[in-house]
């Protein structure tokens, strides 16, 4: 079952960073820019925190997306240890873009499926997620 995870997620992944390369994003900076659209602006260590990421991570991909004119970083007002980061007008003409992307990835992922399969798939996947994160927390250097 680990092995077929891992080549689903590979697949998967894959899939997604070629479709998101039509619209000049990096599989992840999607993921960045619908936090920010969705909730708007941010401090860094939120949307680390938001998206499971790390700090050296997410300081690499708002800086690509900063260089790309997707976002600004602004220091925050009330924080200055705290960096926002803002969506620019740029990023909104993408949004609709990487909502197609997103879609045509759930259809490649589950236009095969019938509706009760799935939901059976997600029930599935969500226990496998949750196994996961209790293993994973058991293992935490911090456990």
């Known amino acids: 079952m680990t092995h077929a995870i891992f080549r689903v997620a590979r ?10 390369r039509r619209v000049g994003l990096h599989t992840g900076q999607e993921l960045v820019m619908m936090q920010l659209w969705d909730l708007g602006p941010q401090r860094q260590t939120d949307l680390v925190r938001l998206l499971g990421s790390d700090a050296a991570t997410m300081t690499r991909t708002v800086k690509r997306l900063e260089h790309a004119g997707f976002v600004r970083r602004r220091p925050c007002e009330t924080d200055k240890r705290a960096t926002i980061i803002e969506p620019t007008a740029a990023s909104l003409a993408l949004r609709k873009e990487v909502e197609q992307v997103w ?18 798939m997600l029930r599935v996947l969500a226990r496998i997620e949750d196994s996961l994160s209790r293993a994973a927390e058991q293992h935490s250097p911090l456990a």
Do not use: F, N
Request: glycine share 8%.
């Open 11 to 20: 697949l998967h992944r894959m899939l997604a960073g070629q479709l998101l």
């Open 103 to 120: 879609a045509e990835l759930e259809d490649s992922v589950a236009g095969d499926l019938r509706a009760d399969e799935q939901d059976a």
